[in-house]
């Protein structure tokens, strides 16, 4: 039976959209809000206007974008940070927790007890990434999580008393702020929770100025939010994904007021240097020295999340071949989300194909951690005829504590609909999400 937890706020009766959150460390204890260090810098290429017919097909090159390498257009970066701690801290089933939650899917009761009850030592990638935005006139700013899963924008505001590890929204100020008003919420299935009331202001990233977005304050939270990491989040989904009813996206509000000259960003995403730089998000363009090859355009499935369409999945194993599964179907580019999810089936599959792979009542899918020796390769992503791949040693996550030489899944179960990719996908393969021509291009990261 799971664990009783403090009921949190819930819109039409569903829990309402939120990102993950992870315990906060003393490394990051330590960082400071860098506005004016981690602005963007500006980056000068060619305006090659991308062509708005949307009888265009999206797999062609008939809509050039910029590219900055070359000169004249006006885009930016924004540098992210991976959140990764060598000390104890929930993990991967916190994280599988959240994804289920924010896209509003079935968590197991057994695995709500593991997230409250089991802290482990993070071995493999960061959980998350984090970018600095502004809020505000002048700008205020925080670390939010740059989500393409999620459509809202939210962080901590001054009357949030139990709020002390976020830097919070002060309203007096901002020149530009003003008063909404309306109830705002997020909640998850273990208990985490944040509510509080939206507002209206200016929101900045990088040479980017977006004025007027709804933004929700949030004024209570669990105790899973106070010590996380990350301020709160910014949405880069459409408009139909956000959770405040009514709401424009700071996606679309920049689409549909032509703030960038090509209506593109890109994702660059790795494991942090001793920096902490973890790669980047470009706005307004893309960065040819970021990847390898070309890009390859597939269009989007449904213009919600940023959904495309799987044409196979497989494994590559070193010396051996090839072999197919039974993996197909829509799929979302998800930054908000850690690992690969797969329906049940799905995730069954994929694991035939791990030798004394467990899907545990407990802690779902697991595996040996000596797998990557005992099956060398990659898992591999046909997309638009185009394979992507993902090495073996990346779907390793940290030893599941109590088990001697096992390891958590990234690969795990619980979607319905569509296939997840989340950061796993995409720490090894760049991605440009074209909004004007509805359309991603993926290409091999250049790590």
């Not at 509003?104 to 960061?126: A, C, R």
């Not at 009514?246 to 660059?268: A, K, M, R």
């Not at 390859?296 to 999340?305: A, E, G, Q, S, Y």
């Not at 899918?365 to 591999?380: D, F, Y």
Request: with cysteine; proline share 5%.
């Amino acid at each position: 039976m799971a664990l009783d937890a403090p009921s949190g706020p819930t819109i039409d009766g569903l829990p309402v959209s939120g990102m993950q959150f992870l315990a906060e460390t003393s490394e990051e204890d330590k960082l400071e809000h860098q506005g004016s260090s981690n602005d963007a810098s500006n980056s000068d290429s060619q305006n090659q206007s991308a062509s708005s017919d949307p009888s265009a097909s999206p797999n062609t090159e008939s809509s050039p974008l910029a590219d900055v390498s070359q000169d004249g257009v006006n885009s930016f970066r924004i540098p992210i940070t991976a959140h990764k701690s060598p000390g104890d801290r929930v993990s991967t089933m916190a994280a599988r927790v959240r994804t289920l939650q924010k896209h509003k899917l079935n968590v197991p009761g057994k695995w709500l007890q593991v997230v409250e009850s089991l802290k482990v030592k993070e071995y493999g990638y960061g959980i998350e990434y984090y970018g600095s935005v502004g809020v505000g006139s002048p700008p205020q700013m925080f670390k939010l999580d740059l989500d393409t899963g999620s459509g809202d924008v939210w962080l901590a505001g001054q009357e949030c008393k139990v709020c002390s590890r976020h830097k919070k929204f002060n309203p007096d100020k901002s020149s530009t702020y003003k008063s909404e008003g309306r109830k705002w919420g997020i909640s998850y299935g273990d208990g985490s929770f944040a509510s509080g009331y939206t507002i209206r202001d200016t929101v900045t990233i990088g040479n980017l100025t977006v004025p007027n977005q709804v933004i929700g304050l949030a004024t209570n939270e669990s105790r899973a939010y106070q010590i996380d990491t990350v301020d709160g989040l910014l949405g880069l989904a459409y408009s139909g994904v956000s959770f405040i009813p009514g709401v424009t996206t700071f996606l679309d509000n920049v689409i549909e007021n032509d703030y960038l000259s090509e209506p593109v960003f890109s994702v660059y995403l790795k494991d942090k240097d001793k920096d902490n730089y973890a790669g980047e998000y470009l706005f307004g363009a893309i960065d040819k020295t970021r990847f390898t090859g070309e890009l390859t355009w597939v269009p989007l499935h449904r213009p919600k999340f940023w959904e495309i369409m799987l044409d196979s999945v497989s494994f590559d194993v070193k010396d051996v071949g090839k072999e197919e599964m039974d993996i197909k179907g829509p799929a979302i580019l998800d930054t908000g989300t850690t690992l690969i999810v797969m329906s049940e089936q799905q995730a069954a599959e994929f694991h035939r194909g791990i030798p004394s792979a467990e899907n545990s009542d407990i802690y779902g899918w697991i595996m040996p951690c000596n797998t990557e020796q005992v099956v060398p390769g990659n898992l591999t992503f046909t997309i638009g005829g185009v394979d992507f791949a993902v090495p073996v040693k990346n779907l390793i996550r940290e030893p599941v504590k109590g088990l001697d030489g096992w390891c958590f899944s990234a690969v795990t179960s619980g979607a319905s609909d569509f296939v997840i990719l989340g950061d796993v996908f995409l720490r090894s393969n760049y991605a440009v999400f074209d909004r004007r021509n509805g359309r991603v291009g993926i290409a091999p990261s250049k790590h």
